[in-house]
Every structure is written in C-alpha cells, then in structure tokens.
C-alpha cells in the first residue's frame, strides 16, 4: 500500500534554533501535502496545505513565517520550525494524497514528536 | 462551517465486549467520512470510510454506516480484542475544499 515516510520521527532542540521535518511519498507521487499538528490528547489541526511547485496555503492562525513549508518535487515537502519556542512542542504530522487517485484517502506519515527546550 | 463530533473517552471495555464510538458531523455538501486509528507511538491509518449516504464502510471487524438523516457516522465492533486498543479518529473530507476535518479522537482501552 502507499507509504508515506516522515522524518525524523522525533526531535529535541533548543529555543530559538529552527527544526526541518521531511515528509516523503515512497511509492507515489503527491500534488498536495497537508501538515498537522497534534496536541496531547487533542485531535489533529490541519495547518497548511502544501502544493507541489507553489506555495502552500495555512489555516488562519498559523503563522507562515514560522512554519515555512516547501514543496520542492512530487515526493517530498519540507515543514521549518523557525525560531523554535517551548510552545512550539507538538506532533506534527503529514499526510499525502496519490495524484493518480484524487478522491482516495489521505496516507499518514508516523509524525514528528517536537520538544523544544 | 464544517466539523466533527466524538463521544468523549476514555472508553475502557473488556475483551469481546461490544464497542460503539459516536460520531455526529456538520457540513455542507456531501461529505465523505472516515475513521481513522492511531495505535501508541505511531501515526493515523485509514480504518474505514463512506462516500455517500447509506455507504456502510466495514473492515478488521469495524463498521460503520453513513447516516445523512441524522448526520451521523458511528463506530461499531461487535468484540473487541486488547489490540484494539487506540485512539479513533473520525473525520470528514469536505467535498467543496478536500480538506480533511478531524474529531477530537476517542481512546479505547480494550482490557483482558
């Protein structure tokens, strides 16, 4: 089945560094991405749409300069945690639609568990 | 706007005992709903899903059967094991943005 492969899969940084997360389609090519963060015990809050070759869209209230997102190829986008801070502690998770099939489900990666200290 | 009602949890049952999650959503247009579940340390998978009204969605046991009359998409298993134990997600795909809108997730714990 389709794999979507998240990296790393968890992370300490001190505040004020910033953090890069890869989020990779093994076996299919993805337009759009979508990047989730998760809070303990919290469901899942969609933060930005990532569109191959474009920019992404966030969700208001997420700060795009923050949370820089790139795109670069039909298999990989990047989310920056620029400027980490103790608030920015979460799992992050991505998530990846095969361009092939536009109505299918969205495959998860095992997410990013961030500490920021 | 569109969103996605769970029951509170915990939910702790014994094993073969039977599990029922609610899930109530709201939303314009025609949803597709899903379930999805997150095992311990790891991220969500797809459990089940319905595209339209009256789809019932059903797999490792699981089902549940998309109600638009009563905007509902209720999680079902008639005998729970200890590895079912998980957090569920249910969630819905809005069909005018695509995006998918998640419940707050309900934890079952499935004891022996």
């Known amino acids: 089945g389709a794999v979507v492969s998240q990296h790393p899969s968890w992370v300490i940084c001190k505040s004020g560094t910033s953090v890069k997360i890869e989020c990779r389609s093994l076996d299919f090519q993805a337009t759009t991405m979508f990047w989730y963060r998760q809070f303990p015990k919290q469901s899942l809050m969609l933060m930005a749409t990532s569109n191959e070759g474009s920019k992404a869209t966030y969700e208001q209230g997420v700060e795009k300069d923050k949370f820089l997102i790139n795109h670069a190829s039909l298999t990989l986008s990047t989310l920056t945690v620029t400027s980490a801070h103790p608030e920015d502690s979460s799992f992050y998770i991505c998530s990846a639609r095969d361009r092939q099939t536009l109505v299918s489900p969205l495959h998860f990666g095992n997410g990013t568990r961030l500490t920021v200290t | 706007g569109n969103s996605v009602t769970q029951m509170e949890g915990p939910v702790t049952l014994s094993e073969e005992a039977f599990l029922t999650i609610n899930c109530t959503y709201t939303a314009t247009g025609y949803p597709s709903l899903f379930w999805y579940v997150q095992y311990p340390g790891e991220g969500l998978q797809l459990l089940l899903k319905?595209?339209?009204?009256?789809d019932k969605g059903s797999n490792k046991g699981f089902e549940a059967t998309y109600r638009k009359e009563t905007t509902s998409f209720h999680l079902e298993k008639g005998s729970v094991q200890v590895s079912d134990s998980a957090v569920y997600f249910c969630a819905l795909r809005s069909s005018n943005t695509g995006k998918l809108i998640f419940g707050q997730g309900t934890t079952l714990q499935v004891k022996p």
């Open positions: 319905a595209t339209k009204a009256d």
